[in-house]
C-alpha cells in the first residue's frame, strides 16, 4: 500500500506537469441551410475500430456513452461516465485522445457527486459542449439509490479537465440544482443523457425521457445569457420512443444542412447496432441509416463526434464511440471507429442483412500506477460534535482507494463552524459548511454538520 501510495503520488505529479492546453478551438459554425430532404444520410464504421478503455482484470471498470469534441489538430477531448467508488455509483472521466484513439493523455476524474447536494449519488452520461469561453457538461443524476427518478444537472469550466462549477438554480457554484427536472412517475428512469448543439444564439439541448419507453425531447435556451439554463424552453419530442434504444447524441452537419442523432438499438444483444436518425428543423428526426457492420456485438450508449458548438464541418473526421460487453463483472470496454459520411436516396433501417463483429473482452493486465487518479474525502457527509479526523483518499482506475498522506489542501470552509488543523476537523458552533479538498489540482468536496455533543 505504501509503495503504491508513493507510485500515485509520483503519477499525479507528472499529470500537473503535463497539463492539458488548448482545444475546442474550431471558429463557431458559419449560418447553414437545410439540405436536400430528398437524400438520406449514410454512415459507416471503416473498420472495426480501436479500443480506447479497457476494464482492469483486478477491478473491472467501465466508460461508456462518451462525448466527443474534436479539434483543430485532430485531437479528440473525451468525456465518460465512470465507475464510482463506495457510495458514489458514478463520476465523470476526461481524457484527451490523439492519433484517432492510439495514444491518449493521462485520465482525470472531472465530475463528482457533492455530498449532501442534488447529485449526492451518481454523475453520469456526459454530453460536452463548448461556447462563450465555456465548457458545459450536462449529466445525468439521482437522489434515489435504485437508480430511477434521474434529472439532469449541468456544470461549467474554462478547461476540459475543469475544474468545473456547478448550475445552482440561479447561477453558478459549488451546490448543484437541476438544469431539467423529471416530474414523471418516480419509479422509472426519469430524465438524463444529454446532448447539446449551437445554432446561432441558441442552444439546443437533446435529453432522454424515460417512463415504460425512452423518447428523446427537445428543449431550447438562450446561449447569449450567461445563466441559460433558466431559459429553457421545452419544444416537444424530436425522436420518439425507441425499440431498445437508449441516449441519443446529436451533432449538426454543416455540409448536409441537417441533424444527425446516433444511438443504440437492441442494446446488449448480439444483434446490436447503431442507429442513425436525422433532421431538418431539429425537432422532427426521421430514420435513415444503421451502423451494424464492423461494430461490436452487445454494444450501449454511444457517442459521435464534433466540434465544440456540436456542428461537424465538412472534411472533419468524424468518430463513433460506445461500451460493449454483458456485465459480468469484468466490466465495459470502449470501442471508437471513424465513421465515412455521405448520402443515398432512400433510408437503410434494416438490419438483417449486416453482421456485427463478436470480441472477447480482454482485461488490461494490473498494474501499480493507475490510469487515473482523484481524491475524495473519506465520507461526503459528516456529522460532528468532537473532534474528527477529515481523511483524503486516492482512487485509482481499478476502483481501489487508498490514503493521501501528503499534499492535500482544505479550503472554503466556513471559519465559525469549523477549524481544520492537521487534517483534523475542529466544531466551533453549530451549523453546517461545504469543505473542499485539493489534491494535485484534482478537487471534490464533503458536507460538514456540527451537531450537539451526545
Same mark, same amino acid.
Given at each position: 500500500?505504501?509503495?503504491?501510495?508513493?507510485?500515485?503520488?509520483?503519477?499525479?505529479?507528472?499529470?500537473?506537469?503535463?497539463?492539458?492546453?488548448?482545444?475546442?478551438?474550431?471558429?463557431?459554425?458559419?449560418?447553414?441551410?437545410?439540405?436536400?430532404?430528398?437524400?438520406?444520410?449514410? @454512415?459507416?464504421?471503416?473498420?472495426?475500430? !480501436?479500443?480506447?478503455?479497457?476494464?482492469?482484470? &483486478?477491478?473491472?471498470?467501465?466508460?461508456?456513452?462518451?462525448?466527443?469534441?474534436? &479539434?483543430?489538430?485532430?485531437?479528440?477531448?473525451?468525456?465518460?461516465?465512470?465507475?464510482?467508488?463506495?457510495?458514489?455509483?458514478?463520476?465523470?472521466?476526461?481524457?484527451?485522445?490523439?492519433?484517432?484513439?492510439?495514444?491518449?493523455?493521462?485520465?482525470?476524474?472531472? +465530475?463528482? =457527486?457533492?455530498?449532501?447536494?442534488?447529485?449526492?449519488?451518481?454523475?453520469?452520461?456526459?454530453? !460536452?459542449?463548448?461556447?462563450?469561453?465555456?465548457?458545459?457538461?450536462?449529466?445525468?443524476?439521482?437522489?434515489?439509490?435504485?437508480?430511477?427518478?434521474?434529472?439532469?444537472?449541468?456544470?461549467?469550466?474554462? &478547461?476540459?479537465?475543469?475544474?468545473?462549477?456547478? $448550475?445552482?438554480?440561479?447561477? $453558478?457554484?459549488? /451546490?448543484?440544482?437541476?438544469? +431539467?427536472?423529471?416530474?414523471?412517475?418516480?419509479?422509472?428512469?426519469?430524465?438524463?443523457?444529454?446532448?447539446?448543439?449551437?445554432?446561432?444564439?441558441?442552444?439546443?439541448?437533446?435529453?432522454? $425521457?424515460?417512463?415504460?419507453?425512452?423518447?428523446?425531447?427537445?428543449?431550447? =435556451?438562450? @446561449?447569449?445569457?450567461?445563466?441559460?439554463?433558466?431559459?429553457?424552453?421545452?419544444?416537444?419530442?424530436?425522436?420518439?420512443?425507441?425499440?431498445?434504444?437508449?441516449?441519443?447524441?446529436?451533432?449538426?452537419?454543416?455540409?448536409?444542412?441537417?441533424?444527425?442523432? !446516433?444511438?443504440?438499438?437492441?442494446?446488449?444483444?448480439?444483434?446490436?447496432?447503431?442507429?442513425?436518425?436525422?433532421?431538418?428543423?431539429?425537432?422532427?428526426?426521421?430514420?435513415?441509416?444503421?451502423?451494424?457492420? &464492423?461494430?461490436?456485438?452487445?454494444?450501449?450508449?454511444?457517442?459521435?463526434?464534433?466540434? @465544440?458548438?456540436?456542428? +461537424?464541418?465538412?472534411?472533419?473526421?468524424?468518430?463513433?464511440?460506445?461500451?460493449?460487453?454483458?456485465?459480468?463483472?469484468?466490466?465495459?470496454?470502449?470501442?471508437?471507429?471513424?465513421?465515412?459520411?455521405?448520402?443515398?436516396? @432512400?433510408?437503410?433501417?434494416?438490419?438483417?442483412?449486416?453482421?456485427?463483429? /463478436?470480441?472477447?473482452?480482454?482485461?488490461?493486465?494490473?498494474?501499480? +500506477?493507475?490510469?487515473? !487518479?482523484?481524491?475524495?474525502?473519506?465520507?461526503?457527509?459528516?456529522?460532528?460534535?468532537?473532534?474528527?479526523?477529515?481523511?483524503?483518499?486516492?482512487?485509482?482506475?481499478?476502483?481501489?482507494?487508498?490514503?493521501?498522506?501528503?499534499?492535500?489542501?482544505?479550503?472554503?470552509?466556513?471559519?465559525?463552524?469549523?477549524?481544520?488543523?492537521?487534517?483534523?476537523?475542529?466544531?466551533?458552533?453549530?451549523?453546517?459548511?461545504?469543505?473542499?479538498?485539493? $489534491?494535485?489540482?484534482?478537487?471534490?468536496?464533503?458536507?460538514?454538520?456540527?451537531?450537539?455533543?451526545?
Amino acid at each position: 500500500m505504501v509503495l503504491k501510495t508513493l507510485l500515485v503520488c509520483l503519477y499525479a505529479l507528472e499529470a500537473v506537469c503535463s497539463p492539458i492546453t488548448g482545444g475546442g478551438d474550431f471558429e463557431p459554425s458559419a449560418p447553414v441551410s437545410p439540405g436536400d430532404t430528398s437524400k438520406y444520410m449514410r @454512415a459507416d464504421a471503416v473498420d472495426t475500430g !480501436v479500443e480506447i478503455y479497457a476494464p482492469s482484470e &483486478n477491478g473491472g471498470g467501465y466508460h461508456y456513452g462518451p462525448s466527443m469534441i474534436l &479539434n483543430t489538430d485532430g485531437s479528440l477531448d473525451v468525456w465518460c461516465a465512470t465507475n464510482g467508488s463506495g457510495d458514489v455509483a458514478d463520476f465523470v472521466g476526461y481524457f484527451r485522445l490523439y492519433d484517432g484513439g492510439k495514444r491518449r493523455s493521462i485520465e482525470k476524474t472531472v +465530475i463528482e =457527486a457533492t455530498g449532501g447536494g442534488w447529485d449526492s449519488f451518481s454523475t453520469c452520461d456526459p454530453g !460536452v459542449i463548448k461556447f462563450g469561453g465555456y465548457y458545459y457538461i450536462g449529466y445525468t443524476t439521482t437522489l434515489d439509490r435504485r437508480g430511477v427518478d434521474n434529472d439532469i444537472c449541468v456544470a461549467r469550466s474554462k &478547461n476540459p479537465d475543469g475544474p468545473f462549477e456547478k $448550475w445552482t438554480g440561479s447561477g $453558478w457554484g459549488a /451546490e448543484p440544482a437541476p438544469m +431539467i427536472e423529471y416530474d414523471g412517475n418516480p419509479d422509472y428512469w426519469g430524465a438524463g443523457e444529454p446532448s447539446f448543439v449551437l445554432m446561432g444564439n441558441e442552444l439546443y439541448v437533446y435529453y432522454s $425521457w424515460n417512463t415504460d419507453t425512452t423518447s428523446t425531447r427537445l428543449a431550447v =435556451a438562450d @446561449a447569449t445569457d450567461e445563466n441559460w439554463p433558466a431559459t429553457l424552453k421545452y419544444k416537444g419530442v424530436a425522436i420518439p420512443d425507441k425499440q431498445s434504444g437508449d441516449s441519443a447524441d446529436v451533432k449538426y452537419l454543416d455540409e448536409y444542412g441537417r441533424f444527425i442523432a !446516433v444511438f443504440t438499438e437492441k442494446r446488449f444483444s448480439t444483434n446490436s447496432y447503431v442507429a442513425v436518425w436525422e433532421s431538418f428543423d431539429g425537432l422532427n428526426f426521421r430514420p435513415c441509416d444503421i451502423i451494424k457492420t &464492423n461494430t461490436i456485438q452487445n454494444l450501449h450508449n454511444c457517442g459521435i463526434s464534433g466540434r @465544440a458548438d456540436g456542428h +461537424i464541418g465538412a472534411g472533419d473526421p468524424v468518430y463513433l464511440g460506445y461500451g460493449y460487453g454483458v456485465w459480468d463483472g469484468v466490466g465495459w470496454p470502449t470501442q471508437l471507429h471513424e465513421l465515412r459520411l455521405s448520402t443515398a436516396d @432512400a433510408p437503410m433501417t434494416d438490419d438483417s442483412a449486416e453482421e456485427n463483429v /463478436e470480441m472477447n473482452i480482454k482485461p488490461r493486465q494490473g498494474r501499480l +500506477i493507475s490510469e487515473y !487518479v482523484t481524491v475524495k474525502p473519506e465520507k461526503l457527509v459528516y456529522n460532528i460534535s468532537k473532534p474528527t479526523p477529515l481523511f483524503a483518499m486516492g482512487l485509482d482506475s481499478d476502483g481501489y482507494l487508498f490514503p493521501v498522506l501528503i499534499g492535500t489542501r482544505f479550503y472554503g470552509y466556513d471559519k465559525s463552524v469549523i477549524r481544520i488543523v492537521g487534517g483534523v476537523m475542529i466544531p466551533v458552533a453549530e451549523g453546517s459548511t461545504r469543505v473542499f479538498l485539493n $489534491w494535485n489540482g484534482n478537487i471534490s468536496s464533503c458536507l460538514v454538520n456540527v451537531v450537539s455533543a451526545d
